[in-house]
């Protein structure tokens, strides 16, 4: 009995020595820079059961990285505040200062991987925006949460830990931008937050995601058709500020006088979120089409929220000279035009843009 417990106790300090050994060997662990924008994932709340009522962006990047220690022992993980809000302050300047951050660390040789810590709200749109701007094949993964970090059961550290393991592992090199929460890896382009409040938040309508994670590491079963990162021709190294592009929202019994507003203030770019398969209600349509003769480009979306919205399918788009979004939903179809309008104001060459991002 006592040789077998002896036997037992050396086996597990053994490969206690191990991994002490293998984290103490920090050059042969990948380099994995956190940046650090608020959201949930850095929320506090009053209690242990605050789920909802709770503060955004109050815990700092240092903080997350203590909370969860064992990220020391797969990878080396430094962390930068790049800003500290709730996503849906997210703008276009922050957008331009990230991704001008993420490509300044990527071409460094001694990073291997970042990790976005952001707010659920607008998390697709940052991760879309990134897809496009990225000029690197190395991992870059965004994440959140859905309780805050003082929560019972917090989905933070655990979505933290498997990011890192995401961001430092070969699997995701050349996969895009990625998105990690809930064990579940998703593309950019395609994931959307589909509910208010649960952890399985993050969903792909009929497209699916690209893989789980699971025991420490990354199993991949998809990757994406859509051309990003070092593919695309978007470059936001001289960009100050991108084009005012807004987007409208229809209904039944809508009117245009939002779309009005939008044009007179300015807009460069309009992205209907239609209705159905992207279909114009009449005063829209109107409008639209007085908005695109006076150089405004037009991009038809949907609010259905998946399928393609088809080039001259509800509306003659060779004819009024408008823009069909594919499956890009109306937010992301905002960020697609208004880098598009960065290259070109030529609505057929927009268009393919839509068909091959
Ligand atoms: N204010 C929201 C945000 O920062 C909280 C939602 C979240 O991060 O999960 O996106």
């Known amino acids: 009995m006592r040789t077998l417990f002896s036997?037992?106790?050396?086996?597990?300090?053994?490969l206690a020595v191990m991994m002490a050994a293998q984290a103490a060997e920090p050059g042969k662990l990948p380099h994995v820079v956190i940046l650090a924008t608020g959201g949930t994932i850095a929320g506090?709340?009053?209690t242990t059961t605050t789920t909802?009522?709770?503060?955004?962006?109050?815990?700092?990047?240092?903080?997350?990285?203590q909370a969860v220690p064992e990220m020391q022992k797969v990878a080396r993980v430094t962390g930068e505040q790049v800003f500290q809000?709730?996503?849906?302050?997210?703008?276009n300047a922050h957008w331009l200062t990230l991704g001008k951050r993420v490509n300044a660390l990527l071409a460094q040789s001694d990073v291997d991987g970042i990790v976005i810590t952001h707010g659920t709200d607008t998390l697709e749109e940052t991760a879309y925006f990134l897809?496009?701007?990225?000029?690197?094949?190395?991992?870059?993964?965004?994440?959140?949460?859905?309780?805050?970090?003082?929560?019972?059961?917090a989905d933070g550290p655990i979505n933290l830990y498997n990011a890192v393991i995401l961001a430092g592992s070969q699997e995701a090199i050349g996969k895009g931008v990625l998105v990690c929460l809930n064990d579940q890896i998703s593309g950019a382009r395609d994931v959307?937050?589909?509910n208010t409040s649960t952890a399985d938040t993050f969903r792909n309508p009929d497209l699916g995601m690209l893989?789980?994670?699971?025991?420490?590491?990354?199993?991949?079963?998809k990757t994406s058709t859509r051309k990003h990162t070092l593919d695309t021709e978007f470059d936001i190294s001289k960009l100050d500020s991108l084009p005012q592009v807004d987007i409208v929202y229809s209904y039944a019994n809508v009117n245009a006088t939002a779309l009005n507003a939008l044009v007179a203030a300015g807009a460069k770019g309009i992205v209907h979120a239609g209705v159905g398969d992207g279909s114009l209600p009449n005063p829209v349509k109107d409008g639209l089409l007085k908005a695109r003769k006076s150089g405004v480009l037009v991009v038809r979306s949907s609010r259905v929220g998946s399928g393609i919205i088809a080039r001259n399918g509800e509306a003659n788009d060779d004819e009024l000279d408008f823009v069909a979004?594919?499956?890009?939903?109306p937010q992301k179809a905002r960020i697609l035009l208004m880098l598009a309008l960065t290259r070109t104001s030529d609505s057929k060459a927009i268009q393919q843009m839509f068909w091959t991002y």
């Open 52 to 65: 909802v009522g709770y503060t955004a962006a109050t815990v700092g990047v240092q903080s997350l990285i």
């Open 85 to 91: 809000i709730a996503s849906e302050n997210m703008s």
């Open 131 to 153: 897809n496009l701007v990225v000029k690197s094949r190395k991992p870059v993964v965004v994440v959140g949460s859905m309780r805050p970090s003082t929560a019972i059961s």
């Open 192 to 194: 959307t937050k589909s």
């Open 44 to 46: 506090s709340g009053a």
């Open 211 to 221: 893989g789980y994670m699971q025991g420490n590491r990354a199993y991949f079963y």
């Open 7 to 14: 036997r037992a106790l050396g086996l597990v300090l053994g």
């Open 325 to 329: 979004s594919d499956t890009l939903n």
